[in-house]
Each structure stands twice: as structure tokens, then as C-alpha cells.
């Protein structure tokens, strides 16, 4: 049997702009996707025991598929010629917007590696999972299969003409709490990819002019994360999601929690990850806060992640 885990993560500023070359900053959260690969059975199966938002097994399940005939054939195997079991667990649950399908790819990737005595170095692990994320993804940066595969506090820049991706590590004073509240809706991250994609090339004006503010912002966060003022690091995801809602890629679910989120003070919120439903992040340093913002979403109904960005041995 070979095994293998994923780490989830929790985009901080520029999903969707990452898309189209503009620098990402991502972190990697304490919760993992963990896969077990046995050649056994017929052809392939999978058994999803991921806690998730109602229906997200059953609406990946088509992606989720493609995904895996992706990875085996970029390493190298026949997927008619092989019989997989594979299992799928772990305490990153299945909400959208955590990475979730790309540390189940990771996850996978690994497990096959093992079962199939292929030792792959991280580097290979990370493209057979970029890979697999164009069946979630349609057109994906990278910055979900990099996060999930290397872990830790990343700036991420796709080269948009094939070449390596820039992915630096950074490294912050100390790890800082936030919480991450589910919409509970599951979304589709192609379509919201595709989506954003396609106002862009009707409206370049207002698009390219909003890609450059992204840009900005993204320079301005990795500076005050570097100095590790919060403040500003708040301001800077409250104005990322600003921006975010032009592109059209908020709703009024993700909405209402950030504002629900903001009136408890917290330094600032936004949506994360591919948005129209999945989940919203607020940075609520220090335990006190954070569980006051967790609960005052939870009497709401949600589901709430209280987790930490920034920590070192991730
Ligand atoms: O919703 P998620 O966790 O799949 O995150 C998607 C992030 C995007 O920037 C929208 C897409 C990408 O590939 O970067």
C-alpha cells in the first residue's frame, strides 16, 4: 500500500488574479488530505471518507476522476492498464475554497508513487499535481498544488510563458490566527475561472486597470507581512476583497460572513479561493478574538476552521 498527504491552504490576496501572472500569497493550514493507494480491485475506485459541505464528494466526483487519469498518464502510467484502490480521508474538510482538490491530488500522487515504487522528488509531485488541477480548475495558477505539496507561507508567481513559477518562501514573526467560515456552498472553480476569464477579455479597461491594483496589493501585503503590521495586512485583504467583488466573484453568502466577521473587529476579511459560495478568512490575531469571530459565525449557522497562518514546520 503507498500513502501520502496534501496540506490545505488559504489564499490571502490574489486568487483569481494569480490566474493571469499576478503574484499570489498563500498559506498552508495544519489540516491535510491523506490518500492510501493499493493495486487492487477493479480499474479504479475511490472511497471519500472527507468530511465536506453537503454534496462535495458527489459534485467532484466527475472532476475528481478526470483528475486521477491526469496524474497517472503525466507519470507515466496507462490508466486502462492499472487497477487502483484508493481512500481518501483526513481533517481537511471538503469545503471549497481550501485547496481541498489539489491536497487530495498531492495526496494521491504520493500514494501512487509509493505503491508504484517511483521515488519522486517534490518538485515532480507538485507538476503531477498541477496537472490533476486542470480538471478542477479548467486554467489553474499552480499556487494550489505548489501550497498543498511544499506547505509554509508562500509569494507565488506564475510564468505565464511555461517556464518555472517564482515560489519564495516567506517567513512572518510569529504564526498569526485566523478563522475560515464556510458558505457551505459548494462551488465550481473552472466555471469561476472561465468566468473571470471571459469579462476580462470583454472589459479590459476596467479588468486590466483592477489586475494592476491587485498587483500593488499583493507587493504592499508580502512588505507588511515581512514588517508583520497586521493592521495593514487587514486593511490590505479588506481592499483584496474589494477588488474581488468587481471581478464578480463574491456573493452575497460570502458577503454577509465577511461582514458579520467585521463587525466583531477583526483586522480584516475577504473571500478565499475561487468565491461564488466556498469560503471567506478573516485575520483575527491572537486566540481571544479568534474565537469570538468563530462563534459569533457559528450562532449563524456556519461552519468555522479556527486555524493559524504562517507556521513554520508546515
Ligand atoms: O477554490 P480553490 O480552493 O480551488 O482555489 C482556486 C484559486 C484560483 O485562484 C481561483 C484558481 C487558481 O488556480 O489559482
Known sequence: MGKGSGFGKVILFGEHFVVHGVPGIVSAIDSTNDAKVTRIGEKITIKDERKGAEGYAEKKKLQQLESIDRMLKAMGIEPETVSLSIWLGGNLPGFSGLGASAASSVAIAKAIAEEFGKDLSNEKINAIAYEAEK???????????????YGGLLWFKKNMSG??????????????????????IVANTKAMVKGVAERKKEKPQKYDLLFKQA???????????????????GELMNENHRLLQEIEVSCKELDHLINLARAQGVFGAKLTGGGGGGCMTALTPGKELQEKVAKAIEKEGFEVLRTKIGVEKL
Not at 480538471?135 to 505539496?149: F, L, Q
Not at 496589493?217 to 507581512?225: N, Q, S, T
Open 135 to 149: 480538471a478542477y480548475a479548467g486554467n489553474p495558477s499552480g499556487i494550489d498544488n505548489t501550497a498543498a505539496t
Open 163 to 184: 517556464g518555472p513559477n517564482t515560489i519564495e518562501k516567506l517567513s512572518i514573526q510569529k504564526p498569526v490566527e485566523i478563522i475560515i467560515g464556510s458558505t457551505g
Open 215 to 233: 498587483e500593488e496589493l499583493a507587493f504592499m501585503a508580502k512588505k507588511a507581512l515581512q514588517e508583520f503590521d497586521l493592521r495593514k495586512v
